[in-house]
C-alpha cells in the first residue's frame, strides 16, 4: 500500500489505539490535524511532548499533575479532616468539576478484584491506612463507582477503617445503579456528596 | 480548578478539538496517555512533530503525504489513462484500502456548493481539466459521494469535459443513496468500480 511506514502511517496507527478512537476515527484525526497544521497539530505535539515530560502521580494521594505532591495535597485549606476515596483520577476530575467538595483525594487505582486476581497491595489501601493518622483525617467518604467491584472495596475498606473510630459516609443520592462517577453531571455529584450517609 | 493552565489541561482542551473527540472522551484518552507514557504518548507526540513537518499536498492531484508530488503520481506503471476524480483524502485512501483500482487520482478539495459559496475555483477543477490532456487521460471515473452536492459536482465536470471527447463513468452499484465512500466496506468499492456505468 501506498502509505506503508510513512510518518502519516504511523501516526494513524498510534491515534488508532485512544480509547474511544478506530481505524476510520483515526485516519479521519489525522486529516483533520495535517488540515489544521499550524493551530492544532503543532501545539498537540508540544503539549504532548510537554506531559510526557512532567506529568507524574502525586506521592501522597495518586492525583496526576506535574509536581511531586499534587496542589491538592499542598493546599492547606484542603485539610479539613474529610478524605475522599476515588477509583481513578478521572472520579477525582468528576469530584472537583462538581465543586462541592473542599477536602482531600485518595485515589485507589482501581477496585479489588477476585477475578483478576487484584488484592489490596495491588491498590493504595495500605497508603490510605496510614494517612488516616498522618492528616488528622476525622471523616472518609467512599465515592466509589455503584459496581460490584466497587462496592466490595468499599466494605473492605469500611471493614479496615472500623477499629479506628474513624467516621466513615459513601454517596448517596443521584448515583444510579450500575453507574460509573465520571459519565455523571456535575449536578448529581454535587447532590450525591450533600447527601451523604453514614455507615 | 486545580488543573488550569497545566500542560495536562492544554493537552486535554486541545484533543477535545479533534473529531470524534469530546471533553469527556479527551480526558480519558489523556488520562490513557498518561498511563502508556513509554509506549504510546512520547510515540505519539514524536509522531505527531514529524508529520507536523513533513506533511503536503501532492502538487499534482491533492493526496497527503510527505513528497512534493505522491508516489502514486510518480508511479509510471499507474499511468493507465484512467483517473479517479474524489471529493477528499480520505476517499482516495478508501479507494487504495480497496485495491482495484490500478490508475491515478484527483482530489478536488471539497464538492460545489451554491450555499456555502464554493465554486469551482476554490476546488481542484481547473487543475483537473489542465491534468486530462497533459497525462494522455482516456477515462475519467467520478467517484464522488452519493449526496446532493457531490452530484452537483459530477454533473458540472461531466459538462466541462463532454467536449474533449474523454470517456466518463461513475461509480455505480453498491453506492448507497446518501452515502459516503469513506464508510464503505472495501468489497462494496470494488464492486461499485468493477460496475462502473458508462455516462
Ligand atoms: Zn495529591
Ligand atoms: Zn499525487
Known amino acids: 500500500m501506498i502509505r506503508n511506514s510513512s510518518p502519516i502511517d504511523r501516526l494513524i496507527d498510534l491515534m488508532a489505539r485512544l480509547p474511544g478512537l478506530g481505524p476510520r476515527s483515526a485516519r479521519r484525526a489525522v486529516l483533520h490535524l495535517i488540515r489544521k497544521r499550524a493551530h492544532l497539530l503543532t501545539p498537540l505535539a508540544e503539549a504532548m511532548t510537554e506531559v510526557a515530560q512532567t506529568a507524574r502521580e502525586c506521592l501522597n494521594c495518586g492525583n496526576v499533575g506535574t509536581s511531586d505532591i499534587c496542589p491538592i495535597c499542598t493546599n492547606e485549606a484542603r485539610a479539613t479532616g474529610l478524605l475522599c476515596v476515588v477509583e481513578e483520577v478521572a472520579d477525582l476530575w468528576a469530584m472537583e468539576r462538581g465543586g462541592a467538595f473542599k477536602g482531600r483525594y485518595h485515589v485507589l487505582g482501581g477496585t479489588l478484584s477476585a477475578l483478576d486476581n487484584v488484592g489490596p497491595e495491588d491498590l493504595r489501601i495500605p497508603q490510605l491506612l496510614r494517612r488516616i493518622g498522618a492528616e488528622n483525617v476525622t471523616e472518609v467518604i467512599l465515592a466509589l463507582n455503584a459496581t460490584i467491584d466497587g462496592q466490595t472495596t468499599a466494605h473492605y475498606i469500611a471493614d479496615q477503617l472500623e477499629p ?18 465520571d459519565y455523571l453531571d456535575d449536578g448529581t455529584i454535587t447532590a450525591a456528596l450533600n447527601a451523604r450517609k453514614r455507615l
Chains 1, 2 share one sequence.
Do not use: K, N, Y
Open 164 to 181: 479506628q473510630g474513624i467516621a466513615l459516609s459513601s454517596l448517596a443520592q443521584g448515583v444510579p445503579i450500575g453507574g460509573e462517577l
